[in-house]
């Protein structure tokens, strides 16, 4: 199994500029979610989704948008790239929905620098 | 909002020694995730544990729930064990994971 890929795994961006980081799991998980990590700060949920048509914002979800039209993909787009969303992202999977209760996978990261 | 501390934040030990990572939280929780990330690499799930312990190899995982504390040891420690622990306290529901900020650990040969 591939797991959880992420792509690209390196960006740079101008400020202003859009793009989309892909992620796709082929383990028919329901839950998956995009993280950002920061230096010397925890990982922080950027948004999330329990299921193919169901999404919703984590803790830092301004200027990130997702959708969820299959189970298998979960993208996250960048509107309009900010110095701000200079970071590594993670895409992650669990087969339930409820955090607590799935292992969570977790993709390789994609780092993206926004100049 | 979950507080999940982490200590120490930085260890350095030699081969064979026995580690221990530690990790407290604020707020009573559902479970608690133990993750590992090697250096520019991605992160894998150790440990997901919601009371008692769990064993793995030379990794060992441990949680008081009355206290909110979980502790992360490592037996016989070797080089290829280096790496950034994670742990992260789910309180509930699917935006309820509240991660530390990791404890960098550098074992020496």
């Known amino acids: 199994n591939a797991g959880v890929t992420q792509t690209p795994k390196f960006q740079v961006l101008k400020t202003g500029q859009s793009m989309t980081l892909q992620c796709a799991q082929d383990?028919?998980?329901?839950?998956m979610s995009w993280y950002r990590q920061d230096p010397g700060m925890g990982l922080r949920l950027i948004h999330y989704?329990?299921?193919?048509?169901?999404?919703d914002q984590g803790e830092v979800p301004n200027g990130y948008n997702v959708s969820r039209s299959t189970t298998e993909d979960f993208p996250l787009r960048l509107l309009s790239a900010a110095p701000s969303q200079t970071s590594v992202y993670f895409c992650?999977?669990?087969?339930?929905?409820?955090?607590?209760?799935?292992?969570?996978?977790f993709g390789e990261g994609s780092r993206l620098t926004v100049l | 909002k979950n507080e999940v501390e982490q200590s120490p934040q930085n260890l350095t030990a030699q081969e064979g020694e026995f580690i221990t990572i530690n990790c407290s939280y604020s707020?009573?929780?559902?479970?608690l995730h133990w993750l590992q990330q090697h250096p520019g690499g991605g992160i894998v799930s150790l440990f997901m544990?919601?009371?008692g312990k769990k064993k793995h190899g030379r990794l060992i995982a441990t949680i008081n729930i009355q206290e909110k504390h979980s502790s992360l040891h490592i037996t016989a420690s070797h080089p290829r064990d280096s790496a950034v622990y994670i742990c992260?306290?789910?309180?509930?529901?699917?935006?309820?994971?509240?991660f530390g900020k990791g404890t960098h650990l550098i074992i020496q040969p």
């Open positions: 989704s329990v299921g193919a048509g169901i999404t």
């Open positions: 707020v009573g929780i559902s479970a």
């Open positions: 383990m028919n998980h329901e839950y």
């Open positions: 992260a306290a789910s309180g509930g529901g699917a935006d309820g994971l509240t």
């Open positions: 992650a999977s669990s087969y339930q929905w409820l955090a607590e209760t799935g292992e969570l996978f």
């Open positions: 544990l919601s009371s």
